[in-house]
């Protein structure tokens, strides 16, 4: 959806809850994409989270909106193993992280997740190598592939790379790769009180920036 998720959110969860036939009180746990991403949907997810959760007295789980990117590309190719996940951030630039495969299948973290100009993204120093994924390979294409030439990063004009890679660079963070992502946690106890549940900006500077025309700049 482009917009109106406010208004929408709280009735799709009572149609999933009405579909599975179970309350918020059956469930273990709330899981929800803590960010970086959209501030307005960063926000969306942790109020949602910290209001339905406070509800029903459940702990919550955050998960990486950027990991959850990587669980998806790992969930849509099996063959890949180190991920490059960078999101258009705006303000020309991108929320970036590298991940890998680990033997439980989960998307593991190798490093910090960043902000930062697409020319300053860069691999862990043992890789020489990963597969990109994420939008913004799309909105800086030239500058991420000038930065990362030993990244994989598919060129949907061109129909030379296969359409399970190129459908990488198109993901958003999915529900069901953030529930798999906090399964362990879940299973664990390994829980928040709803009240902690904070989101993960990344970018300190959040000050509008006026583009030419006169209209503020989006944050992101």
Not at 86 to 112: H, I, K, P, T
Not at 173 to 188: E, F, G, N, Q, Y
Request: aromatic share 4%; net charge negative; with cysteine.
């Amino acid at each position: 959806m482009e917009r109106g998720h406010a208004e929408r959110i709280l009735p799709m969860i009572d149609d999933l809850l009405t579909e599975a036939g179970i309350t918020l009180q059956d469930l273990d746990a709330i899981a929800f994409g803590r960010g970086p991403g959209s501030f307005t949907g960063v926000r969306l997810a942790v109020t949602v989270t910290q209001g339905l959760a406070f509800g029903a007295n459940l702990g919550v789980a955050p998960v990486s909106d950027l990991r959850a990117v990587a669980q998806r590309a790992f969930r849509q190719d099996s063959t890949l193993t180190r991920v490059l996940v960078c999101n258009d951030a705006r303000m020309s630039e991108v929320y970036w992280a590298c991940f890998e495969r680990g033997g439980d299948g989960l998307a593991r973290l190798e490093g910090e997740e960043q902000v930062s100009k697409p020319a300053d993204v860069k691999l862990p120093p043992t890789w020489s190598t990963a597969t990109a994924a994420g939008r913004g390979f799309i909105a800086y294409a030239d500058a991420l592939r000038a930065a990362l030439p030993t990244v994989v990063v598919t060129s949907p004009t061109t129909g030379v790379d296969t359409p399970v890679t190129e459908g990488l660079l198109h993901l958003l963070p999915h529900a069901i790769d953030i529930a798999r992502l906090s399964a362990p946690d879940v299973a664990a106890g390994r829980l928040i009180a709803p009240e902690a549940a904070t989101p993960i900006y990344l970018r300190d500077n959040v000050a509008h920036v006026a583009k030419p025309s006169g209209q503020a700049g989006e944050r992101g």
